[in-house]
């Protein structure tokens, strides 16, 4: 999951494995669970148990590659993707093409959702470069 994406569909089945470890099968109707599954993923300083929500643990990961693109220019891998897909560009410019692997089109996603949170690209790109400072 680190540098391939998993699809919603394994994340869904993954995290309904755990619901009916914790709380028995959900399909049988009887069993409600007493705590919100956002309560079970929350730290255990907080009352959870300290699982990770996929969901969450997947957008930090794809950060963390976005993070890759932006501001680690030595390793092998980040030099052949702006060579292959950004071609001179940089992440902040990059559009995406039907032709793109779906990681490609994940980051160019996530890139686009910090830039919604954050207004603009320049506050985007601040938001990355603290996230090495974390």
């Known amino acids: 999951m680190r540098i391939f994406p998993l699809p919603q569909s394994v994340m869904d089945r993954i995290n309904a494995s755990c619901c009916n470890f914790l ?36 957008l930090v990961l794809l950060s963390r590659i976005l993070w890759n693109f932006h501001c680690k220019k030595d390793s ?41 949170k954050e207004l603009s690209t320049e506050e985007g790109k601040k938001k990355i470069q603290s996230l090495d400072h974390q």
């Open 76 to 116: 092998l891998w980040i030099r052949w993707v702006h060579h292959y897909y950004f071609r001179g560009s940089d992440v902040w410019n990059y559009n995406t093409s039907s032709s793109n692997s779906v990681l490609i089109k994940r980051i160019i996603q996530i890139r686009d959702f910090i830039i919604s």
């Open 23 to 58: 709380w028995g099968k959900a399909d049988i109707g009887k069993n409600k669970p007493l705590v919100a599954w956002s309560v079970v993923c929350s730290l255990k300083k907080e009352g959870g148990l300290g699982l990770f929500n996929l969901k969450d643990w997947k």
